[in-house]
């Protein structure tokens, strides 16, 4: 088999063309707008914003950084400008109903005018009713009927003193009521007076006071309905008053309200609850009064008059008629902030509230538009997804405290009338949020039947590069920074082709790129430059990979101490270096891992000591399992499995998962069967299937660039090296030391498809191909494999024949 020519400069690094760039700085750019390279995500966006029938929601997926949520927002305010404006609602009293207040349904900008307007009429009618009642006219009225009973009174207790003279009785008015006396010569008689007298007048004049008493109070009987029947007739004159004085302001009002069905029939309703309740446009403001249903007389305002806290409005949304439907962007989506709350207030050691203390939630505020939220914060909140699925099942808001949702409290609370929903929500969230919700939520599919998907990558292009430079030009013009050059953009490109380890694509994480171009930026402006050049941009790059690297130079540190050991000098059998990616936060390291196989006479089984120790995954598991695999099909033959081996990642102290190390396991274990030692200055990522063909990984970059780190610390010797899946070779965006370094013929690259090409280049023999009976050349790698294992299976049979001798 040929040995795998290494990789040239070229192929390590896509630069972007500068032809692809036609512009010389940022600022001759328009501002790129929309996501970049989203085609897919914008047009079910705009599908979904379009669609009208119930359930079309949206949920808009993607990687954060992406640009989700800031392109969401421009296309709702886009949209939502040219749509009708969302209606206005209000909640007032139910005068027949106060502990449901009833909800009012206004054209956009009514639901303000109609409060200025109920509680000016308030203002209008007290003045008036207050007039009234002032007036000569009510006054002469009232004194009128006053009169009438008193002297109705006063006639009646007249003719009583008359007979009481004639009978020789005065009566007196006391504090203790009405008493009768005797009187003789004028004189009224005392107790011991009276006593004096001769018995048969004592009797005269008890006799005298009996009729007397019993005559006035016959006369006095009808005083009770008298007295109501004055009181009857003050009260319909202060009717008829009232009456008189705000019907014409209600006309007014009414008149103003009447093209408006909920405003006009609650109107109706208040034009009857004053004729009703009229009193009350009487009473000074602040007034302490109960209301029929007194949940919190003064809950709204204490300095209110109650007919303002009767018949006031409370405005529970409020739109402009000129800005089209609304647009929430709700950012702390919890229970009381999506579905609104009632109030109460403390007073005399109470909680009260009433119609004026409900507040609305981001539903009632997007209600007729749109509500965006994030799709995490919204599970992550109590009560929130549950509630939010059924008021989209009842196409309806209801304000229902979490207290009395679940009876926490028994005491008597408003249950305002719902308010119809009609909104389209956007939830934003990643990926495995979405399909976690597809799978566990069997309700969700109901509710959003939309999904826009941000794709993380798109096709690196000339068309793709315009596009990126758009964008970038529209952060600088909006942050007031320098423009760059078209040099700079295309170092941003390249970086973007690195940061999806893809020379084919560009990450559409664009985030990241804004945050390189911002550094880049400052340290443009740090050399008093105009214009950020592609140096700006490598320095930027390089110091934000320094400032995040320090756990990267502690693993090298322990390396080039030996504390690890990694060996890139001299030769080994059954020894090898593999390598890694760690991740810390967001930023990727490569590292080098020494791995190492140790065989013996078996049974063919791989001992896979990270899994035996519960450190691999089954990923690596799986790795591990093909090599058995790939051994016994390729050499074992008609021969028993006989050997024992095993696997390990030598100082490996955390889980391993994965299969990117699987070829590096084989060459290592096929190096201890063949007894053949293996370049300790070569390193080996891959993985392999059961055919030997190896396979593309992730991490390449990153990789290669941890063992050059440590070759260069050391000191290149021009040996040194890396292999590399042969269909990894598209994702090389290496850095320029590397490349400089494989120019200069000091480090090597190479992409290896199968696995007899690593083992020619990681030992130096012929790997050998087998012939038509199976049999692999003399001096070849794979022979010394096959008669090792012939020599295992060999011995074993041999101890098996003896136990049986032993046995007999």
């Known amino acids: 088999m040929t040995i795998p020519a290494e ?101 956009a900008g009514a639901g303000r005018r109609l409060a200025n307007d109920v509680h000016q009429f308030v203002e209008d009618v007290q003045a008036a009713v207050s007039a009234a009642f002032s007036s000569e006219k009510y006054r002469g009225q009232r004194q009128a009927i006053e009169h009438e009973f008193q002297e109705q009174q006063s006639e009646a207790l007249e003719r009583v003193q008359e007979v009481a003279r004639e009978r020789g009785i005065r009566i007196m008015q006391t504090p203790g009521g009405m008493v009768f006396a005797p009187v003789v010569d004028g004189e009224v008689l005392g107790p011991d007076e009276f006593q004096k007298l001769p018995a048969a007048r004592q009797r005269e004049i008890q006799e005298a006071v009996e009729d007397v008493g019993k005559l006035l109070q016959e006369s006095m009987k009808d005083m009770p309905d008298r007295l109501r029947a004055s009181r009857e007739r003050v009260r319909e004159l202060d009717r008829q008053v009232a009456t008189f004085a705000i019907e014409r302001l209600v006309n007014d009002l009414a008149r103003s309200w009447r093209q408006i069905e909920d405003a006009a029939a609650w109107l109706e309703d208040m034009h009857a609850d004053l004729a009703e309740h009229y009193e009350i446009l009487r009473q000074p403001r602040g007034e302490q009064h109960e209301l029929p249903f007194q949940l919190d007389p003064e809950a709204a305002d204490p300095g209110q008059s109650r007919a ?294 078996g049974s063919g089984e791989i001992v896979d000591i990270e899994r035996e120790a519960e450190l691999g995954g089954s990923l690596h598991s799986k790795g591990v399992m093909i090599l058995a695999g790939y051994i016994n099909a390729r050499f074992a033959g008609n021969l028993p499995p006989a050997f024992a081996a095993t696997l390990a990642f030598e100082q490996s102290y955390g889980g391993i998962d994965g299969d990117s190390a699987s070829s590096t396991e084989l060459y290592c274990l096929l190096s201890a069967l063949a007894e053949v030692p293996i370049r300790q200055s070569l390193a080996v990522t891959g993985s392999v299937n059961q055919f030997g063909e190896v396979q593309a990984i992730g991490g390449v970059n990153h990789k290669i660039e941890g063992f050059f780190d440590i070759c260069a610390e050391r000191g290149l010797s021009g040996e040194q090296g890396v292999l590399i899946p042969y269909a990894n070779v598209k994702h090389l965006m290496l850095r320029q030391r590397v490349i400089d370094a494989v120019a200069g013929g000091r480090f090597h690259i190479y992409p290896v498809q199968h696995v007899d090409e690593g083992l020619e280049l990681l030992t130096g023999l012929p790997a050998g191909t087998a012939d038509s009976a199976g049999v692999f050349p003399e001096g070849s790698v794979n022979h010394r494999v096959a008669e090792r294992l012939r020599t295992f299976a060999e011995l074993r049979m041999k101890f098996a024949r003896q136990s049986e001798l032993g046995a007999s």
């Open 308 to 601: 303002h806290r009767r018949y006031g409005v409370n405005v529970l949304v409020a739109n402009d008629p000129h800005l089209g439907a609304p647009v929430v962007d709700e950012q702390r989506p919890n229970y009381a902030r999506l579905f609104g709350k009632i109030e109460h207030r403390a007073r005399f050691g109470a909680l009260l509230t009433d119609f004026s203390l409900i507040r609305a939630g981001a539903l009632h505020l997007a209600n007729g538009g749109y509500l965006v939220m994030k799709a995490e914060r919204l599970l992550a909140e109590p009560f929130a997804w549950t509630a939010l699925k059924e008021c989209l099942q009842t196409g309806c808001i209801r304000i229902v405290p979490l207290d009395q949702m679940y009876g926490l409290v028994s005491t008597v609370s408003l249950e305002p009338v719902p308010i119809p929903l009609d909104v389209k929500i956007v939830l934003i969230g990643t990926p495995r949020l979405y399909y976690l919700l597809s799978e566990l939520d069997p309700e969700f599919a109901d509710f959003f039947k939309v999904v826009a998907e941000f794709d993380d990558r798109t096709e690196r292009s000339a068309e793709a590069a315009m596009e990126f430079a758009g964008v970038l030009a529209r952060v600088v013009r909006e942050d007031g920074l320098p423009p760059l050059e078209r040099s700079a953009v295309a170092r941003v490109v390249e970086e973007a082709s690195r940061l999806v380890e893809d020379r084919e694509r560009i990450s559409t994480e664009i985030r990241r790129s804004i945050d390189i171009v911002r550094e880049a930026c400052h340290w443009a402006r740090k050399r008093k430059g105009e214009r950020v050049e592609r140096e700006d941009v490598e320095r930027a790059i390089e110091l934000q990979a320094y400032r995040k690297g320090r756990l990267r130079e502690r693993v090298q540190e322990a390396i080039l101490r030996e504390t690890m050991i990694i060996a890139t000098s001299g030769e080994r059998v059954g020894q090898i270096n593999g390598l890694s990616v760690l991740t810390v936060g967001d930023q990727p390291f490569g590292r080098p891992a020494r791995i190492t196989a140790r065989v013996s006479l």
């Open 7 to 107: 990789l040239t400069q070229d192929a390590l690094y896509r630069p972007c063309p500068l032809e692809h760039l036609t512009f010389e700085t940022t600022a001759e750019l328009s501002d790129g707008r929309g996501p970049f390279g989203q085609a897919r995500a914008i047009e079910a966006l705009r599908f979904g914003l379009e669609i009208k029938q119930p359930g079309h929601n949206l949920f808009v997926m993607g990687p954060p950084g992406s640009g989700r949520r800031s392109f969401v927002a421009d296309v709702l305010e886009r949209v939502a400008q040219t749509e009708q404006a969302a209606a206005d609602w209000c909640y007032v009293n139910d005068f027949d109903n106060p502990e449901k207040p009833r909800a009012l349904r206004l054209p």
